[in-house]
């Protein structure tokens, strides 16, 4: 909980005004589209393991105590399994907002892309493109959410919910 504050912070901050600064510390490409997506991504999801640790009932820590485990064993069979359904639900949500980022990135920080092509084409006056374009992103959107939404369903996953 000591980071909360900074996580916070860091969460209530636009990712792109972190735009200037990836360009500085990593040039115009790939690796500043990367550092933006980071930017936006992580802290959410940070936030979002944080809510989901703290409401494990405890009395699965204390099964866990009375079969011997402690450490990485606590951790790979009691804390991730119970917290795995909400982290999938996280990283729902954090996908939605990295592919808004990266378009966005791409418009100012790449040479090529999705984003660049809209930005691109809205400097031709290509408004026809800049549709097509906007249709391919909101359809490759709605296939990562579909993704992540059938691996919510996985048995495996669905640890602690009925079935």
């Known amino acids: 909980m000591a980071l909360l504050p ?21 040039q115009v490409g790939d690796k500043a589209a990367i550092f933006l997506i980071y930017m936006a991504s992580v802290f959410p ?22 079969f ?14 119970a917290i795995l359904p909400q982290l999938v639900t996280a990283l729902r949500v954090t996908a939605g907002i990295a592919w808004v980022v ?5 418009m100012v920080g790449c040479q090529d892309g999705l984003g660049y092509g809209i930005y691109d084409a809205r400097n031709g ?14 359809l490759l959107g709605v296939g990562i959410d579909r993704l992540l939404a059938g691996l919510a369903k996985l048995p495996s996953l669905r640890w602690g919910y009925e079935r």
């Open 45 to 66: 999801l940070i936030l979002a393991t944080m809510s989901a640790v703290a409401t494990i009932p405890k009395v699965y820590f204390r099964v866990g105590q009375d």
């Open 6 to 26: 900074a996580v916070n912070f860091n969460r209530n901050l636009s990712p792109l005004a972190w735009i200037p600064f990836a360009i500085l510390w990593f």
């Open 102 to 106: 990266v378009v966005a990135a791409e």
């Open 125 to 138: 006056l290509r408004t026809d493109t800049v549709v097509c374009y906007m249709i391919v992103i909101g």
């Open 68 to 81: 011997g485990m402690m450490g990485w064993e606590r951790l790979t069979r009691v804390t991730l399994p």
